[in-house]
Nanobody, 121 residues
Framework: QVHLVESGGGLVQAGGSLRLSCAASGRTFSSYAMGWFRQAPGKEREFVANIIWSDGSSYYADSVKGRFTISRDNAEKTMYLRMNSLKPEDTAVYYC??????????????WGQGTQVTVSS
């Protein structure tokens, strides 16, 4: 079992920055990927970025490429999402997830509770 806890969400003005954290505990997951997804009101949960825990390789959705950076700290078992140049359309609940990896929600076995990010115009 893997337990994930997100933090770092909040209210920020357009053009601002936030850093989300996802602390993991439980079984080892060196062979897993970890990802960030987001869900805006009335919309489906969508892929944002993921990172392969073992080698740090990453992949981003086109909507965030160049603005968001995903990273991880092996020793702390923590994943981060640095979000720069935030836009109102980035407003959503952001979830971290762990699993075999990919860009679909059904490719992840474990989920955090989510953290709200609100970007004002």
């Amino acid at each position: 079992q893997v337990h994930l806890v997100e933090s770092g969400g909040g209210l920020v003005q357009a053009g601002g920055s936030l850093r989300l954290s996802c602390a993991a505990s439980g079984r080892t997951f060196s062979s897993y990927a970890m990802g960030w997804f987001r869900q805006a009101p009335g919309k489906e949960r969508e892929f944002v970025a993921n990172i392969i825990w073992s080698d740090g390789s990453s992949y981003y959705a086109d909507s965030v490429k160049g603005r968001f950076t995903i990273s991880r700290d092996n020793a702390e078992k923590t994943m981060y999402l640095r979000m720069n140049s935030l836009k109102p359309e980035d407003t959503a609940v952001y979830y971290c997830a762990a699993g075999p990896g990919g860009i679909r929600t059904n490719q992840y076995n474990y989920w955090g509770q989510g953290t709200q990010v609100t970007v004002s115009s």
